[in-house]
């Protein structure tokens, strides 16, 4: 697999743990809420629906490494299909960021754009294997 395939995963990933952060643990301090337009009553309100959130995009993240876990320990069929199934989830999330919040356009550009890079080599690996 391409450096720069495993990289954008790992990027994915990382990112995604940092999504995570930002929802489960960080939501209602002054920096998060700024971020998202809410006030302090706002992000006390929507504070479970945020934590609940986070761990999608944690088991996102946890799913992507796992695949490229199995990849590296010599399966890479499953271990690849792991990965590109929890980058296209990712990718589809941040469609639908974009196109529900045009506010948060830049987000989703930040969530989408290492599993599309991640997806587009690794079908592009898949048409030179297969």
């Known amino acids: 697999m391409s450096a720069v395939m495993w990289l954008a995963a790992v990027l994915a990933g990382v990112i995604h743990v940092l999504f995570f952060l930002v929802e489960s643990a960080w939501w ?33 993240a946890a799913g992507t490494f796992g695949g490229l876990a199995l990849t590296l320990a010599g399966r890479p069929g499953p271990g690849l299909a792991i990965a590109a199934w ?3 989830s990712m990718l589809a999330a941040a469609v639908v960021l974009a196109a529900s919040s045009p506010a948060l356009r830049r987000g989703a550009l930040i969530q989408g754009a290492a599993p599309l890079v991640f997806l587009v080599l690794a079908l592009l690996r898949a048409g030179r294997v297969g």
């Open 28 to 60: 209602t301090t002054p920096g998060v809420r700024r971020r998202f337009r809410q006030t302090p009553e706002q992000a006390e309100a929507t504070k479970l629906l945020a934590f609940n959130q986070g761990f999608y995009n944690l088991f996102l």
């Open 86 to 88: 929890c980058c296209l």
